[in-house]
């Protein structure tokens, strides 16, 4: 997590107590609240089999949220993941057409989503670093182009009659947890520890607080930059194949407009879009903020258009508790 | 072959052939008695790709060889610009009549206003035009569709339980459905509508708002998903949670839902629209047009709905 040296320095002030608060614990206390308001109004909302239901929920995105965390902190951004994980999905799961067993077929399934997720993630990096074109619109033409390609690809209509046994791996579980949960788990584990413990970690940092010092002190930048961008195509298309399992079927419908949700999740836990400043940590309560949010409001039967609203909502406050937090 | 001849001043010979030669297999040519086509129709659909489109086209083919009229068939392939150069070829033509399948409901109005403009009657079929002047549109009655979606759950359910709808709020077809089924759902006072939820359409967003129903609502009998994306999103969630007792009808029957349904899954019936019967209705309200009759601005066609007994019977057929 970010070490919040800001907000120590107003401790004498007894109106800063609440920003010392804030400072400490920030959109989790957000997401507290959040907590035991819906355990309040809906008796369901609280319950094992809920809880699980939410990090069920919200393990798609929030996976590749791990991914956008490492872009972001560059001060770069990545629009390609939705469309990603629909076209991951389409090719991944078109594999198990093939007339062969699953047990033969499944590692090539894993092969061919990971492959176009290295490859989606490398060619953005290439336009990136070498024609200098800001992220923004490198990915956003991606984005296009593989959303395209996932319809293209399927003339509009789902991959699917795939084996049964495939829908384990998303619908799963292993010691009553879903799968994709702890994928979703093992992935933030693995995330937080490369980021705070590796020099890779150290210099994605490096590369988002300063692109120019970090070079100049001898950090290879394109490289770094090469490799968040493949990360984050590689957690994309993992995501998409989860998604894909759980649905058993590839869906070039899939994954629409996850960007903003995934984008979203990762500034609401903290991070700046200037690059720099952002935990993985910080992620995952961002991911949970929105999707507790979601899942809260469909238990109280809360009209759509007036969530969409809501969640809106929650994402300014909590971003707004993040701006108080810093001062 | 005077009929032939007739044309062929104004119209390229091949195109005339490829228009012919099925309208002269449908009308059976053989028969002694050839009769000049009475009207020249031309027609835009939004492309020939789709099986939908196609058995509306045959609808639109045999009502026209049964009153005798030439169908001038052209197609969008999903592209404005095509359509409306379609349409102001037809204005050219002076047909007596332009039938339209719009491939944007806002953007085909300036060449419908032409046809206007040049007193050609303008129809819709499947989709609507927001704009320009249309004698007449036709279309899946979707209120019906919604309500017999409705009916089904509540004969399943002999008319009591728990009942929640994925949703996409924010288009009108899916408005009626979901109102013909709220008033159908209305008539059992023992069925309560507990949810609905926008799954937004997509299977993956349905599957996930499914889920969340599914915890809210422990004792849920059934489930109407708005399309079929919306219904097998929601098969999802109830697979994935292991959820029994719950039945879903679905919309459309495309191929995986009519696959889960003969499956014996929780999804037990789709509604489905038909295609051709909006083709000849068409045809008849055009017929009733040139008869000085002015048709009703909008003509719902009937749907119907199919389970898994209806299925296998005329899959083994």
Aim: charged share 15%.
């Amino acid at each position: 997590m970010v070490s919040s040296v800001v907000g120590v320095d107003f401790m004498t002030s007894r109106k800063n107590i609440l920003s010392r608060i804030l400072s400490q614990y920030g959109i989790s206390l957000a997401l507290l609240i959040e907590i035991i308001l819906f355990s309040r109004l809906s008796p369901f909302f609280f319950t094992t089999e809920n809880i699980l239901n939410v990090t069920l929920q919200i393990s798609i995105t929030a996976i590749i949220a791990a991914g956008m965390t490492f872009v972001i902190l560059t001060a770069g951004i990545d629009l390609s993941v939705g469309a990603l994980v629909a076209l991951s999905g389409v090719l991944a799961t078109s594999v198990l057409k093939l007339p062969i067993p699953l047990i033969y077929s499944f590692p090539l399934f894993l092969a061919t989503g990971i492959l176009v997720g290295v490859f989606s993630g490398w060619l953005s990096a290439f336009f990136i670093t070498r024609f200098n074109v800001t992220p923004f619109i490198v990915t956003l033409a991606l984005m296009s182009i593989w959303r395209g390609g996932a319809y293209l690809y399927t003339g509009g209509r789902p991959v699917w009659g795939l084996p049964h046994a495939f829908s384990m791996l998303g619908g799963g579980r292993v010691a009553g947890i879903p799968l994709p949960t702890l994928i979703m788990l093992a992935v933030y584990a693995a995330a937080y520890i490369v980021l705070q413990y590796t020099r890779f970690g150290r210099h994605v940092y490096a590369v988002g607080g300063n692109q120019e010092a970090a070079r100049l002190a001898g950090i290879n930048t394109k490289r770094v930059l090469r490799q968040v961008y493949i990360l984050c195509g590689v957690l994309s298309a993992l995501s998409g194949m989860l998604l894909a399992s759980r649905m058993n079927s590839g869906q070039p419908n899939a994954g629409l407009m996850y960007e903003l949700d995934v984008i979203a999740a990762v500034v609401v836990g903290g991070a700046s879009l200037f690059g720099g400043r952002g935990s993985i940590v910080g992620t995952f309560v961002g991911a949970m903020l929105i999707g507790v949010s979601r899942n809260g409001l469909n238990l109280l039967n809360v009209n759509s258009y007036i969530q969409q609203i809501i969640v809106g909502l929650v994402i300014l406050v909590a971003v707004m508790l993040d701006q108080m937090r810093k001062r | 072959m005077t009929f032939n001849q007739r044309v062929s001043v104004r119209i390229p010979k091949s195109f005339i052939l490829a228009v012919i030669i099925p309208f002269l297999v449908l009308t059976g040519c053989g028969k002694k008695e050839t009769r000049k086509s009475s009207k020249i129709i031309g027609v835009t659909l939004l492309t020939r790709a789709h099986l939908f489109y196609k058995d509306l086209e045959e609808g639109l083919l045999s009502a026209a060889a049964r009153n005798n009229y030439e169908l001038i068939i052209t197609a969008a392939e999903f592209d404005l610009g095509r359509q409306s150069g379609q349409i102001e070829d037809f204005v050219a033509r002076r047909v007596d009549a332009i039938i339209v399948c719009p491939a944007d409901s806002r953007g085909v109005g300036p060449a419908i206003a032409k046809a206007n403009q040049a007193k050609i009657p303008v129809f819709t079929a499947d989709i609507a035009s927001q704009e320009g002047e249309v004698v007449c549109h036709v279309a899946s009655d979707n209120i019906a569709g919604g309500r017999q979606a409705g009916e089904y759950l509540a004969r399943t359910l002999k008319g009591k339980g728990n009942i929640a709808i994925i949703d996409q709020p924010t288009l009108t077809s899916v408005l009626d459905r979901v109102q013909g089924f709220k008033d159908a759902v209305a008539l059992y006072p023992d069925m309560r509508i507990v949810a609905d939820v926008n799954g937004e359409g997509v299977r993956d967003k349905a599957m996930q708002v499914a889920s969340d129903i599914l915890q809210a609502h422990p004792e849920l009998n059934g489930i109407f998903g708005i399309n079929d994306d919306s219904a097998l999103g929601a098969l999802d969630a109830v697979q994935q949670f292991k959820r029994s007792g719950i039945s879903i009808v679905g919309y459309d029957a495309t191929p995986p839902a009519v696959d889960a349904i003969l499956k014996n899954t929780a999804l037990k019936a789709d509604v489905v629209q038909y295609p051709r019967r909006i083709g000849e209705t068409t045809i008849q309200k055009i017929r009733e047009y040139f008869s000085g009759v002015p048709p009703q601005k909008v003509v719902p066609v009937e749907v119907g709905i199919v389970d898994r007994d209806s299925l296998s019977r005329t899959q083994t057929r």
